[in-house]
């Protein structure tokens, strides 16, 4: 069974720092990793995905993701935060095996504060 | 740019009553699903639809929960008989052939049961 747990239910930096959100999983084969964004009252937003090439991946709006087998770790980061990324995150796996399905983290609010 | 659309954006309903939530996939998509957030909680996994037929589905969806693709194009879930715990914000999903292609996400219905 896979399961995924975000560390901080509730992050918050300051315009212009650094993002850091983590993600650890559980998977007993290789696993497939997302990161979606959910802006308030929209859907899921996909940000990036993991799917076995790079293990540093790139997504929209600058954010990216590097997946750590011996950590199993898939920590997403931007390098500069903008008010405008303030939203909640979510951290979810699934395998090549199964029906596609997604497990998804608790989910981390980010909070951007000028 | 393809979207997964939903109907209602938000339906209001009395305990008891059936709902029908409805979703337009991703047209050349095959794979079909449901989640579900309550507030302030995870994403959870509902029911996963392939070939016509359910593929997976989670504990939550006993047997007041039906799903069901009636025309090729709409891609419904019903809920028999809602009680007030069936209260939640309901995603549906759809994703291409491959395993790492990623689910699309609609911009969800909250249902609301009084």
């Not at chain 1, 899921?44 to 011996?70: C, D, M, P, R």
């Not at chain 2, 914000?89 to 219905?109: D, K, L, P, V």
Request: glycine share 8%.
């Amino acid at each position: 069974a896979q399961s995924v747990t975000q560390l901080g239910s509730h992050v918050s930096v300051s315009e212009g720092a650094l993002v850091l959100l983590r993600c650890n999983y559980s998977s007993s084969v290789p696993p497939y990793l997302f990161w979606y964004v959910q802006y308030p009252n929209q859907g899921l937003q996909l940000l990036l995905k993991y799917t076995s090439a790079a293990t540093l991946v790139k997504g929209i709006n600058g954010f990216e993701a590097e997946f750590k087998k011996s950590e199993t770790s898939f920590h997403l980061t931007k390098p500069s935060a903008h008010m405008s990324d303030a939203a909640e995150y979510f951290c979810a796996v699934t395998t090549s095996g199964n029906t596609g399905k997604l497990i998804f983290g608790q989910g981390t609010t980010l909070q951007v504060k000028p | 740019e393809p979207e997964v659309t939903q109907t209602p954006s938000h339906q209001v309903t009395q305990m008891g009553q059936e709902v029908i939530l409805r979703c337009v996939p991703i047209s050349n998509h095959l794979y079909f699903y449901w989640y579900r957030q309550i507030l302030g909680q995870k994403v959870e996994f509902l029911v996963s639809f392939y070939n016509n037929e359910i593929s997976e589905k989670s504990e939550i969806f006993d047997d007041q929960f039906s799903v069901e693709r009636p025309d090729g194009s709409n891609f419904t879930l019903k809920i028999r008989s809602t009680k007030l715990e069936d209260s939640a914000m309901y995603f549906c999903a759809s994703r291409g052939t491959g395993g790492n292609t990623e689910a699309f996400f609609g911009q969800g219905t909250r249902l609301t049961v009084v």
